[in-house]
């Protein structure tokens, strides 16, 4: 099983990315999906989160507005489009599969199954 997030890069404040986060092994119909960020020095922090069936997404204060997560099941992909990127949205970024989630706690990492790798996104002019 695993997850393989990709997308990262260096980008201008106020440019676009899109992470996606593909699937082997795992059937990703049957899990809700969490994408994670961490910056250096800080600890790993909830960023957005949609369910199995791909319904209201939830987001992060500090990216609501600017981060849509979707997901592709028939790719096995989520995907997570980041706009008008800050130097504060610097970070490697995770993305994770649980299948026991909700969305009364899908910022709790331990109840996430699977992670992928972390792709690196840094916003720098």
């Known amino acids: 099983v695993q997850l393989q997030a990709s997308g990262g890069g260096l980008v201008q404040p106020g440019g676009s990315l899109r992470l996606s986060c593909a699937a082997s092994g795992l059937t990703l119909d049957y899990y809700a999906i969490g994408w994670f960020r961490q910056a250096p020095g800080k600890e790993r922090e909830w960023v957005s989160y949609?369910?199995?069936?791909?319904?209201?997404?939830y987001y992060a204060e500090s990216v609501k507005g600017r981060f849509t997560i979707s997901r592709d099941n028939a790719k096995n992909t989520v995907y997570l489009q980041m706009n008008s990127l800050k130097p504060e949205d610097t970070a490697v970024y995770y993305c994770a599969a649980s299948g026991r989630i909700s969305r009364y706690n899908y910022k709790i990492r331990p109840l996430y199954d699977y992670w992928g790798q972390g792709t690196q996104v840094t916003v720098s002019s």
């Open positions: 949609i369910s199995s069936s791909a319904g209201r997404p």
